[in-house]
């Protein structure tokens, strides 16, 4: 037959290569702006404003990054105090929203229980629930319960989103039923059964669901919440800092490519995870 | 039996199984709460306090005042921006929602054909611009209108333009630049939901599929791969329509704000203008209100369109 490696059946090899060069010629448009940031961040001043415009750096210079860096360490607050707060908050965001959601999806997903149908229908519904008023009333919320200036502002909001809990209920849909039956049968639990036979099943959706997560609370910026610098995460703190217009360009630009970073490494690590595990394996029913 | 002393009966039946189901299900609870408990206090609770903002006139200041319909007449009848707004952001959903659907399937299906490492290379290429935060200003270096601009700078020097073309600023091009911008954006969540679909649909399914006669990979596709991705579509369609109606936000950043003649004015903008600009609450938050009834109106039938053909 094929080439034994291949996963499935049809398909040629000609096939795949016009695929292969289909999907580069589109991935070099959806690379071509941040190839554009990055070389911007490694143009001296001089360049930026060249005419005609140049698509590389013909000087490259890390000179906007020891400025970024002599800037954040002039601050009040020492700058590995902001990175800890942003990488504090991305772990307890990212950790707290896969097991909550996930436990959550596992019960709306597998388990008859009253009130399930009217809980489904209620994320739905705020899936499609965008307001500008909506955060002044989370600030009141927040305000009233004493949250305002503390770690729990930019990360307790964070937690709970519709978007994590429907995509993890649909995925677990699609276990069978006769699956989780048996494991009732044999005396496991819903935590058990959640922890042990669903979880191990939906291997791709966690760890998709970990990158919209990390990726979403990377970017919390805190603004009106956290007043104390001490608190703030680095985003906020770039912004401060580049905020100062165009002398800033480079240095704007250098920021924004050090922030890309780590969302696109742990990326990396959770896709390459992905197509591995489901590579051999996959449920049966 | 009497036949309304049967319907007690039968009540009082149902509210004991309701007990009995709660009682045997006792556990699941502990599982639903702390997810729900934060859902209540963060997204609940400051929703059901902001519905009723859009009968009131709110500035901030002083105690929300209840008017009534009066911000529903002013917005339909007297803000001729408004009615701009919702033309604009009904091109938007039109042009963007359906082709970055039918985008983010198939290309995570494309990817998908392709063999282990390519694939993980490919889903980081199409998913970057999600992965890059706020990179999206780029955009302002290619369509910037001066010469300096990337766009004009290749235009004109390959002689198909003359001269500076004011991409953000004039109102016949704001649309197209802002559509590319989305577009560009479009391979998010639904996308991403997608590809680990199709990463976890059996193998034995395709070898099924083989053993009963799958030729080529349209057929494998139309057979094998979409019956088994109904989840993950709903997911996707989802994701597009929310993020398709809200598409002119990225107008804030890259073009004027507001655009020139409104050409690039939604429902968001209008509602963020009213909201964080001008600080009249209530009308800002009757503005969203409309959205989210034109949302739930498509959310609707994209719903029932996906129920017809998929197991969702």
């Known amino acids: ?285 | 039996m009497a036949n309304n002393e049967r319907s007690l009966y039968i009540e009082d039946n149902k509210f004991r199984y309701t007990i009995l189901q709660m009682k045997r299900n006792a556990g699941v609870y502990g599982l639903i709460a702390p997810y729900f408990v934060l859902f209540l206090i963060f997204t609940i609770i400051p929703v059901l306090i902001s519905l009723p903002m859009g009968f009131t006139n709110f500035n901030m200041a002083q105690f929300p005042q209840w008017v009534g319909l009066s911000n529903f007449y002013s917005l339909f009848l007297e803000d001729e921006v408004f009615l701009t707004a919702i033309e604009n952001t009904l091109v938007f959903a039109v042009v963007t929602g359906p082709l970055s659907y039918f985008l983010c399937f198939i290309l995570a299906w494309l990817i998908n054909e392709l063999p282990g490492a390519l694939k993980t290379i490919f889903t980081f290429v199409f998913y970057a611009p999600t992965l890059a935060g706020n990179i999206y200003t780029t955009w302002q270096l290619i369509f910037s209108g001066d010469t300096y601009g990337i766009a004009n700078a290749y235009l004109i020097d390959l002689g198909i333009t003359n001269g500076a073309i004011q991409w953000l600023t004039d109102a016949n091009y704001i649309m197209g630049v802002l559509i590319v911008v989305q577009l560009w954006m479009a391979l998010g969540a639904g996308f991403l939901a997608i590809r680990a679909g199709l990463q976890g649909i059996p193998r034995d399914r395709y070898e099924a599929g083989a053993i009963e006669g799958i030729k080529n990979r349209a057929q494998e596709l139309i057979y094998v791969t979409i019956p088994a991705m109904g989840p993950q579509l709903l997911f996707a369609a989802v994701m597009q329509i929310t993020s398709s109606f809200t598409a002119g936000d990225i107008g804030r950043y890259l073009t004027a704000f507001p655009t020139t003649d409104y050409a690039g004015h939604t429902i968001m903008t209008h509602a963020f203008d009213y909201g964080s600009i001008r600080y009249e609450m209530g009308y800002s938050s009757a503005i969203c209100f409309v959205l989210f009834a034109v949302m739930l109106v498509a959310n609707w039938g994209i719903k029932k369109i996906l129920g017809k053909y998929l197991d969702t």
Not at chain 1, 200 to 214: C, E, G, R
Not at chain 1, 228 to 252: D, Y
Request: glycine fraction near 6%; charge should be positive; aromatic fraction near 12%.
């Open chain 1, 1 to 285: 037959m094929r080439i034994k490696s291949r996963k499935k059946y049809g398909g040629s090899l000609g096939g795949d290569i016009a695929i292969f060069v289909l999907l580069t010629l589109l991935g070099l448009f959806m690379l071509f702006p941040i190839y554009l940031s990055v070389v911007q961040s490694i143009k001296p001043p001089e360049e930026l404003f060249l005419f005609p415009p140049k698509l590389y750096a013909m000087s490259p210079t890390n000179q906007n990054f020891v400025d970024l860096i002599n800037t954040a360490s002039n601050m009040w607050v020492p700058f590995s105090r902001y990175i800890f707060n942003s990488v504090f908050v991305a772990i307890v965001v990212t950790a707290a929203q896969l097991i909550f959601a996930s436990s959550a999806a596992y019960a709306l997903a597998k388990v008859n229980f009253p009130g399930k149908a009217a809980l489904n229908k209620i994320i739905e519904i705020a899936l499609l629930f965008t307001s500008t008023v909506l955060f002044i009333m989370q600030y009141m919320v927040m305000a009233t319960i004493g949250l305002i200036d503390t770690y729990l502002a930019i990360t307790l909001p964070y937690i709970a989103t519709p978007m994590g809990l429907f995509l993890m209920r649909q995925f677990m849909g699609q276990i069978p039923d006769a699956m989780i039956e048996a494991a009732h049968l044999d005396g496991a639990g819903h935590t058990r059964i959640c922890w042990q036979i669903v979880m191990p099943n939906v291997k791709p959706a966690w760890l998709t669901l970990m990158i919209f997560a990390f990726n979403g609370a990377w970017q919390i910026t805190g603004y009106s919440f956290i007043y104390n610098e001490a608190l703030k995460p680095i985003p906020t703190v770039l912004q401060q800092i580049t905020a100062s217009g165009i002398a800033r360009a480079g240095v704007a630009a250098a920021a924004v490519v050090i922030l890309m970073i780590p969302p696109m490494v742990l990326f990396v690590l959770c896709q390459s995870s992905v197509v591995e595990t489901m590579a051999s394996s996959g449920l049966k029913d």
